[in-house]
């Protein structure tokens, strides 16, 4: 998981960016803190450079759409937010891939609170997705304010990890979540769960039976030309079938079913040897405690294909070894609109074959996610 770290103070010993960097420190390994430090490069905001930005704000927006959230801190001056910092939301106004974003905002500085609310009302209007619980006010010590010093300090060591642990609950969500397609909530999901996590001694041991349940019981549509068409995690599971698409909508469906986040990845792959067309290719990413997100594909295996669950390893069936295919970047929580369109306006596992789902990777939104950037 990726947490972009923004300070809204340029000063080399600022108290702000002391704070991020200790965020940072006591990060868990599958979280990373990433500070980005070219705010002060960012030239000031001009709506005439919207859709042609400057090199640094590109990469703000880049590093903005690749992150799961973002973490800001920032001063206060003469009773407002710093320029440094609304510069920098500028940039972001117009910006798609920042809608929704799950934002925190830290205020390092007790007696200052014109900053704070004008920070949050800036990003709700920017509709991004502001978590109270950890937008937090932080008691500071007056002086010496370096991570070394604030790491020694039990209270703020403790609010700050519990900032992480919020951001990770609110990031988690999407991916724990049962929906139309993923209906984690369907009895015989939950039961087919609860039966595959019996006697399991952790969430690593549950993810693997899952992973091979699916790969190994479920049989793949075209490998077997078996219709039903499936597409809902349910239908998988009552019918025993499905392709590589439906298959990850029934092996999140039991992840999730098993409180164990879990979403979807895409590969775009050509469809006969090295040259165009190319199809779709739907797989499932993990997230797992010890690791952070982990892909596994659970299509089925066959002569050439070996996908196994063997973290942090990643085993996958189709390796990415063809210039011309790629791995479409983030994780979602839900299927593509393609790959759903595929499975629900065809009527059979032929048709299905004959018009795979593929996506213009270039007009594609990207989804945020640790892995595949
Ligand atoms: C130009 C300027 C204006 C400031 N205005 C305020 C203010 O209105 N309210 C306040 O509480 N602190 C104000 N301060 C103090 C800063 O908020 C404080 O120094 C803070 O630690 C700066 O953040 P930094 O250490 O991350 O750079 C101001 C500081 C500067 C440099």
């Known amino acids: 998981m990726k947490i972009l770290a923004l300070s ?29 430090a070219r705010l002060g490069d960012l030239p000031l905001y001009n709506p005439d450079l919207e859709n042609a930005p400057p090199a640094a704000a590109q990469l703000l927006r880049n590093e903005v759409a690749s992150a799961d959230a973002l973490l800001i801190a920032s001063p206060e001056y003469a009773h407002g937010v710093t320029g440094t910092i609304k510069n920098a939301l500028d940039w972001l106004v117009g910006f798609e891939g920042f809608v929704n974003k799950p934002v925190v905002v830290l205020n390092a500085t007790p007696r200052a609170h014109h900053a704070d609310a004008a920070l949050r009302e800036t990003l709700t209007t920017m509709s991004a997705n502001l978590i109270e619980a950890a937008s937090i006010t932080l008691p500071l010590p007056s002086a010496n304010v370096t991570e070394e010093n604030l790491l020694a300090l039990p209270e703020i ?9 919020q951001i990770q609950r609110e990031v988690m969500n999407p991916y724990l979540d049962s929906s139309h397609y993923i209906d984690s909530q369907h009895p015989l999901i939950v039961a087919k769960a609860a039966k595959l996590a019996e006697g399991c001694a952790d969430e690593e041991e549950i993810a693997k039976r899952c992973f091979e349940f699916v790969r190994d019981q479920i049989k793949h549509s075209w490998d077997y030309r078996l219709n039903p068409l499936t597409c809902k995690a349910s239908e998988v599971l009552i019918h025993g079938t499905g392709y590589c698409y439906a298959k990850s909508h029934l092996l999140a469906a039991l992840l999730r079913a098993n409180g164990i986040p879990a979403g979807l990845c895409y590969q775009r792959l050509t469809i006969d040897g090295d040259q165009p067309s190319f199809c779709l290719h739907g797989l499932n990413a993990v997230y797992l405690q010890q690791y952070g997100w982990y892909r596994i594909d659970a299509r089925g295996n066959k002569r050439g294909v070996n996908a196994e669950f063997c973290p942090p390893l990643e085993k996958l069936a189709f390796p990415i070894v063809n210039p011309l295919e790629q791995d479409l970047p983030g994780i979602r929580a839900e299927p593509l609109p393609a790959v759903v369109k595929a499975l629900t306006e065809n009527q059979t596992v032929e048709q299905v074959y004959d018009n795979l789902p593929d996506v213009d990777p270039q007009n594609t939104v990207a989804a945020p996610g640790g892995i595949m950037s």
Not at 28 to 35: C, D, I
Not at 157 to 165: E, F, H, I, Q, T
């Open 8 to 36: 809204g103070s340029l000063r080399a010993a600022s108290i702000n960016s002391a704070v991020l960097r200790t965020v940072r420190l006591l990060a868990p390994v599958s979280m990373e803190v990433y500070l980005f």
């Open 157 to 165: 060591s403790a609010l700050l990890n519990g900032v992480l642990a």
